[in-house]
């Protein structure tokens, strides 16, 4: 099933299938590693819900919810 | 010339311990020209072989959107360091490895310090480094930069590179059936013409411009208008298609490609995961409680009201040391000196403003020294990820707190430290937004004046008029931030998009440098400029000098008054030292001539320029309700805060009152029936958000790399903090509220 990142629950997982951004910002989430194929793992929300934090390939990124909305993940 | 070394890398990959490591204390930070990316070097020696050795922006990427990138581009591009040691996280490999994809599509020659070897081996991953090296055909060396593992292993690769002068042939990577053939059609026209050639290869610009590299397609107009507009419309047909077919980017294509690369080469033995990879680690458990829904805010204020504590109450015991040995310093010099002008320039102009700015340095070391801690632990990271829905909605960055906290968001810091710690923000407009409103916190030297104004006019209710201060102050920067975003400092929000790097044990080594060369810069750039203010205000207030009329009344009063007394009592008060009990009529004496003393102070600052200038000012603060003698104070105010309470001491003839204990200045206003309540609270407002003090304002100066910024602080906020004074003061007078 492919959803919008920011409706993933926590501790759920799944692999990313799309990123449609472009810019600053496509940039930023492509540079982190964030890029179709790669699996991620919602690890947990910041106090106020707002970023959301994941597992990358071993790593801990952050990004905001509206950043979440432009990548789509396939989820288990 | 010693050849260069430059090192390069991911944020948290261990750069900058690496650099410690091998340089030392020979290094010294200074800024890249005409940014405020800070630029580190120093010197590695060995066997009495010297290399230069500079340490670049950690970055993620070579495109050229932030700052950091393209520093550092342009310092690989134009500086041609001999060879680059890229420093990769072994433990975080293949998100590392795309920075040094690119280093090698450029054809730049490097080789690869495989650092935390040892966390990654915690982490049951390994690497085989020979195998690594062999399919990307550039040495790797294993390291561990914080106990200097392979740190000569290292150093001998490199200096191989450097004695053979090895090229390398630039990284051709297939980015796609799309990709390709309009990559080489446009590498061929672009070798053909010979455009930009000099400077970069001919693949590589080709890249850059499918890449929508603005900087290379910039410089690429400039040079050939023409050509440059042909090679955008290849771009934009190939864009089209992959839009179309493929509903994605030519930039997105080209980083699909290069993890892609870089996975078929890991794939080949070069990584094994002995657990699975998104594993929880301790760093992790630590995070499940310091970012915990409930107690993660807690113990963030519990950090916070902590750095505070240390940074404030520990640096008091070296302020006052420093204080006293100026105010030493200063008496020797007074009774050294001849009287006159001589003297009061080095005593009230020179030591004063000089030992007012040195008097902040120990505050600066134990705010950076503290903060270093927050960072350098990756603690600062998850302040940044608690806070930024807040912040945000301001237009500022999660990042931003704790310059607000250190410039008194708990009533009693300093703008000094709170704007030279937004350096920790990496995001350009959130960074000036928030160096721009910090000045408005409560900082110590603004408590006097509050304090005065207070058990003047509201003695009843001092926590709660405090309190509403301290979130006066909150609300009004916060405002001012959103105001700015969405007009000075307009643009959209830079991308949250970061790392949460795990937690790590601070080296000493790490801290110590940290903080002393903070500390140095502020000494070094602040201690010049500040030198000529100082004496410029001490100027302002000190000429042009009472004419010799006016002087020698004073003198004819202070003789009558000594005149009237036996001259017994006379010579009783002038062999008296300070602390000798006095007779009844020798003391009534001494305060007669006190008050021919103070009231010739006040007539001398009158007629001073700035007094002047305090005068001439009526005609517009009269609407805030404010004459001369606040003025004064108030341009005094732009010295030191706390200076407002001093200057208008001596504007009502009080002579020198100490800041904290202005008991008579109290009074006196309490008496005077020009004040009241409302104008009280109309100076408070003031005073909260006029211009920041002079130190501040280079500070701002110095941080936001323009004079520009420095000024629009001084003129922006003396104009919103008049008006607001005004409001209350017009609002207050026409509905007559505690206007007596």
Same mark, same amino acid.
């Given at each position: 099933m492919r959803i919008n990142m920011r409706k993933m629950l926590d501790n759920q997982s799944g692999t990313i299938a799309s990123v449609k951004v472009g810019g600053e910002l496509g940039r930023r989430i492509r540079d982190m590693g964030l890029v179709p194929g790669t699996e991620v793992k919602v690890w947990g929300r910041a106090p106020l819900y707002d970023p959301v934090a994941l597992r990358v390939m071993g790593a801990t990124l952050t990004l905001r919810n509206n950043e979440a909305d432009y990548i789509e993940v396939e989820v288990d | 010339? #010693?050849?260069?070394?430059?090192?390069?890398?991911? !944020?948290?990959?261990?750069?900058?311990?690496?650099?410690?490591?091998?340089?030392?204390?020979?290094?010294?930070?200074?800024?890249?020209?005409?940014?405020?990316?800070?630029?580190?070097?120093?010197?590695?020696?060995?066997?009495?072989?010297?290399?230069?050795?500079?340490?670049?922006?950690?970055?993620?990427?070579?495109?050229?959107?932030?700052?950091?990138?393209?520093?550092?581009?342009? &310092?690989?591009?134009?500086?041609?360091?001999?060879?680059?040691?890229?420093?990769?996280?072994?433990?975080?490999?293949?998100?590392?490895?795309?920075?040094?994809?690119? =280093?090698?599509?450029?054809?730049?020659?490097?080789?690869? $310090?495989?650092?935390?070897?040892?966390?990654?081996?915690?982490?049951?991953?390994?690497?085989?480094? $020979?195998?690594?090296?062999?399919?990307?055909?550039?040495?790797?060396? !294993? %390291?561990?930069?914080?106990?200097?593992?392979?740190?000569?292993?290292?150093?001998?690769?490199?200096?191989?590179?450097?004695?053979?002068?090895?090229?390398?042939? !630039?990284?051709?990577?297939?980015?796609?059936? @799309?990709?390709?053939?309009?990559?080489?059609?446009?590498?061929?026209?672009?070798? @053909?013409?010979? =455009?930009l050639t000099d400077t970069y290869k001919a693949r590589w610009i080709a890249l850059k411009y499918i890449e929508n590299d603005e900087q290379i397609r910039s410089l690429g107009r400039q040079t050939d208008a023409d050509l440059s507009g042909r090679l955008e419309e290849q771009v934009r047909k190939v864009s089209r298609h992959?839009?179309? %077919?493929?509903?994605?980017?030519?930039? #997105?294509?080209?980083? @699909?490609?290069?993890?892609?690369?870089?996975?078929?080469?890991?794939?080949?033995?070069?990584?094994?995961?002995?657990?699975?990879?998104?594993?929880?680690?301790?760093?992790?458990?630590?995070?499940?409680?310091?970012?915990?829904?409930f107690l993660g805010p807690l113990i963030m204020l519990a950090v916070i009201a902590g750095l505070y504590h240390f940074t404030f109450t520990y640096s008091k015991l070296p302020v006052e040391w420093l204080e006293s040995f100026f105010g030493w310093l200063g008496s020797?010099? %007074?009774?050294?000196?001849?009287?006159?002008? *001589?003297?009061?320039?080095?005593?009230?102009?020179?030591?004063?403003?000089?030992?007012?700015?040195?008097?902040?340095?120990?505050?600066?070391?134990?705010?950076?020294f503290g903060i270093a801690i927050l960072e350098d632990s990756g603690y600062l990271a998850r302040v940044a990820f608690m806070l930024d829905r807040i912040f945000r909605i301001f237009g500022l960055h999660g990042s931003s707190v704790m310059a607000f906290i250190v410039s008194g968001g708990i009533a009693g810091g300093c703008a000094v430290p709170g704007v030279m710690a937004t350096r920790t923000l990496k995001s350009p407009r959130e960074r000036l937004a928030t160096l721009l409103t910090v000045p408005f916190m409560n900082c110590?030297?603004?408590?006097?004046?509050?304090?005065? *104004?207070?058990?003047?006019?509201?003695?009843?209710?001092?926590?709660?008029?405090?309190?509403?201060?301290?979130?006066?102050?909150?609300?009004? #920067?916060?405002?001012?931030?959103?105001?700015?975003?969405?007009?000075?400092?307009?643009?959209?929000?830079t991308p949250f998009v970061m790392e949460l790097p795990p937690y790590r044990m601070p080296t000493f080594k790490g801290l110590a440098i940290h903080t002393w060369e903070r500390t140095w810069q502020y000494i070094k750039k602040a201690g010049t400029v500040i030198l000529g203010l100082s004496i410029v205000l001490w100027a302002m207030m000190t000429f042009p000098g009472l004419p010799e009329s006016t002087l020698a009344e004073f003198e004819k009063q202070r003789q009558l008054e000594i005149s009237r007394v036996p001259p017994a009592i006379a010579s009783e008060l002038k062999s008296a030292g300070d602390k000798t009990e006095l007779s009844v009529p020798a003391y009534h004496l001494k305060q007669s001539l006190r008050r021919i003393n103070a009231a010739e102070a006040e007539a001398g600052l009158r007629y001073s320029i700035a007094g002047r200038i305090?005068?001439? *000012?009526?005609?517009?603060?009269?609407?805030?309700?404010?004459?001369?003698?606040?003025?004064i104070a108030l341009v005094g105010g732009f010295a030191a805060k706390e200076v407002v309470v001093s200057t208008l001491g001596t504007a009502y003839s009080l002579g020198e009152v100490d800041p904290e204990q202005a008991g008579s200045l109290s009074a006196t206003l309490a008496r005077d029936p020009g004040w009241?309540?409302?104008?009280?609270?109309?100076?408070?407002?003031?005073?909260?958000?006029?211009?920041?003090?002079?130190?501040?304002?280079?500070?701002?100066?110095?941080?936001?790399?323009?004079?520009?910024?420095? #000024?629009?602080?001084?003129? &922006?906020?003396?104009?919103?903090a008049f008006i607001l004074a005004v409001i209350i003061f017009q609002v207050g007078s026409a509905l007559e509220i505690m206007v007596n």
């Open positions: - | 010339m #010693a050849p260069t070394v430059a090192l390069a890398g991911n !944020p948290n990959a261990g750069k900058t311990t690496l650099f410690n490591e091998l340089t030392g204390s020979r290094q010294h930070v200074g800024n890249y020209p005409g940014v405020t990316v800070e630029k580190k070097e120093g010197t590695y020696v060995r066997d009495g072989f010297r290399l230069h050795i500079v340490d670049l922006p950690g970055t993620y990427s070579l495109t050229a959107y932030s700052l950091e990138e393209v520093v550092a581009r342009d &310092f690989l591009v134009n500086q041609k360091p001999e060879v680059v040691i890229n420093i990769v996280d072994a433990s975080n490999l293949e998100r590392n490895l795309y920075l040094a994809v690119q =280093f090698l599509e450029m054809g730049i020659p490097i080789c690869i $310090a495989l650092n935390m070897i040892d966390v990654a081996k915690k982490r049951g991953i390994k690497v085989n480094d $020979a195998k690594l090296s062999a399919l990307l055909g550039v040495p790797v060396i !294993p %390291t561990i930069a914080r106990s200097g593992q392979g740190k000569k292993e290292l150093m001998d690769s490199a200096f191989e590179i450097i004695n053979h002068n090895k090229q390398l042939n !630039p990284l051709k990577i297939s980015y796609g059936a @799309d990709i390709d053939p309009v990559l080489a059609e446009m590498e061929k026209e672009i070798a @053909d013409n010979h =455009f992959l839009q179309n %077919t493929l509903d994605t980017y030519p930039e #997105a294509v080209i980083a @699909d490609q290069r993890y892609g690369y870089i996975n078929s080469i890991l794939k080949q033995g070069v990584i094994y995961h002995k657990y699975d990879r998104n594993r929880l680690y301790s760093s992790d458990r630590i995070d499940k409680v310091l970012t915990n829904r020797t010099l %007074t009774a050294v000196l001849p009287e006159g002008l *001589l003297q009061s320039l080095i005593v009230s102009g020179i030591i004063d403003g000089v030992g007012g700015v040195l008097g902040f340095v120990p505050l600066i070391m134990f705010m950076f110590g030297a603004k408590l006097p004046v509050f304090a005065l *104004l207070i058990a003047t006019f509201f003695a009843r209710y001092e926590a709660l008029i405090m309190f509403l201060i301290t979130l006066g102050a909150w609300a009004g #920067a916060l405002l001012v931030a959103k105001l700015l975003r969405v007009t000075v400092i307009r643009g959209s929000a305090g005068g001439a *000012l009526e005609t517009v603060s009269q609407w805030a309700g404010f004459d001369w003698r606040t003025n009241s309540p409302l104008l009280a609270i109309g100076l408070i407002v003031f005073t909260m958000f006029y211009s920041p003090c002079f130190v501040s304002v280079i500070c701002i100066t110095r941080e936001s790399g323009s004079w520009k910024w420095g #000024a629009f602080a001084m003129a &922006f906020n003396t104009l919103l």
